[in-house]
């Protein structure tokens, strides 16, 4: 019963970095997206999938990629960290028919300095 | 595009008030309606959810929510608020064809014993 699984829980990054965020889910779903949560502003969509080798941005898509070359696996990259990329990182996951609800991973907490 | 709307940041309320967090959206295409709850430190946790058919649903831990059309709101509801429903709660919206999920702001609920 694993679910979204997110990886790492914790990290610290010196301005500049980069970094790869992992996201695998085992439930099949085709659908995977990225928010950030940040106070006071809710989750934010960065970018999202709705298949393998399908990717889109969303609505705060600056300074990260991602790729899809699997069903399961969901990375988001960093390319040169910034300080106001400190947030809570989810992933969630979704069959294509959108009814079903979403299934978020448990979260990594970024901090650059 | 669509859009939440979660006034009130923080919410205080009793034990054994009732609890009551609104939401109204914005959407062009008929709405999938969310309600998610988040504890300290963790991911978010489906609680209910409205796609088509009865518009009073109800989730787990006792909260419904009732989905107006002509007021373009989901109002989230308990009849009795206990400690453990202390948390963060997210209205989230999407739709057919749509593959955004978007999100409010949030409600942090602080139960006062």
């Given at each position: ?9 914790f ?50 898509p600056n ?24 947030s ?8 294509s ?6 299934t ?9 300095v | 595009?669509?859009?939440?709307t ?6 205080s ?10 939401c109204?959206?914005s959407?062009?295409?008929p709405?999938?309606?969310?309600w998610?709850?988040?504890y300290p ?20 831990n ?8 002509s007021?373009?709101s ?20 999407t739709?057919y ?6 999100f409010?702001?949030?409600?942090q ?5």
């Open positions: 019963n694993a679910g979204v699984t997110q990886t790492p829980k990290q610290v990054l010196k301005t500049g970095q980069s970094m790869t965020l992992q996201c695998a889910q085992d439930m099949n779903h085709e659908y995977m997206s990225w928010y950030r949560q940040d106070p006071g502003m809710g989750l934010r969509l960065i970018h999202y999938s709705v298949g393998a080798g399908i990717t889109d941005q969303g609505e705060v300074g990260y990629n991602v790729s899809r070359s699997t069903t399961e696996d969901f990375p988001l990259r960093l390319l040169s960290a910034a300080p106001s990329q400190t809570v990182y989810f992933c969630a996951s979704s069959y028919d959108r009814r079903h609800g979403y978020f991973g448990s979260g990594t907490r970024l901090t650059v | 595009a669509q859009s939440v979660q006034l009130g940041s923080h919410v309320v009793s034990e054994g008030a009732l609890v009551l967090l609104r109204n959206y959407s062009s295409v709405p999938y309606l969310f998610y709850v988040q430190n963790q991911g978010l946790q489906l609680l209910l959810k409205y796609t088509t058919g009865a518009t009073l649903v109800k989730g787990i006792g909260f419904e929510a009732e989905f107006k059309k007021e373009t989901f109002h989230l509801t308990k009849p009795s608020a206990h400690m453990s429903d202390a948390a963060e709660y997210f209205c989230a919206v739709g064809g749509n593959n955004r999920l978007a409010g702001k949030g409600n609920v602080v139960v006062i014993p």
